[in-house]
């Protein structure tokens, strides 16, 4: 199939392109928008992956590597977008008023503010949320996040061990500031 891809994704045949953006669209942008928290930002990076992978299906290697190949840009794209704007807003006010404490289900089954959330992955640094994420939210073996962030398994494993280790900390911290907030009112 990684050969039509190349075949069928030259300009002009977008037909098997079209299947991938069907595909994986969806997934990407839930991935990157947990990483930059803003709706439309993670929108702009999500076509972007795509612009991308467009541009550079040829050097696609095999079926199996598509998925870590999007996730590899996609992740690039964030992380140049942050070093670009040095940091990314964690949430608009609009945001903030709309979203507070909006439950979500964390990945041990605990339900957890959504708010809280978004502040303790924008604590982490970039990597480890990415790590992270790809790991607990996408699914992805410690090998094949170690594809997508071009490490080791082994490196994998321990930045996604220390991230759930420093999330877990940011979440609690600010779980404890923000209910001392709530207290103070």
Known sequence: MADELGKESKPGSRLAFDAIVQ??????????????NDQELALDLTQDTFV?????IHTLRSELALS??????ATNLVIHARAKNRRLQIQSLANLEN????AVEAPDGMVMDREL?????????RERAACLLL????GFSYDEVATIMCTTPEAARKRIARAK?????????????????????
Request: charged residues 25%; without cysteine.
């Open 68 to 73: 870590a190949w999007l996730y590899r840009i």
């Open 52 to 56: 991308s992978a467009f541009r550079n």
């Open 23 to 36: 595909q994986y669209q969806a997934r990407l942008a839930r991935y990157i928008l947990r990483l930059v």
């Open 165 to 185: 280790e420093q999330f877990r900390l940011y979440y609690d911290r600010n779980a404890e500031k923000d209910a001392a907030n709530y207290a103070v009112r």
């Open 135 to 138: 790991h607990v939210q996408e």
């Open 117 to 125: 959330v978004y502040e303790a992955l924008s604590q982490l640094s």
């Open 99 to 102: 979203s507070r404490h909006v």
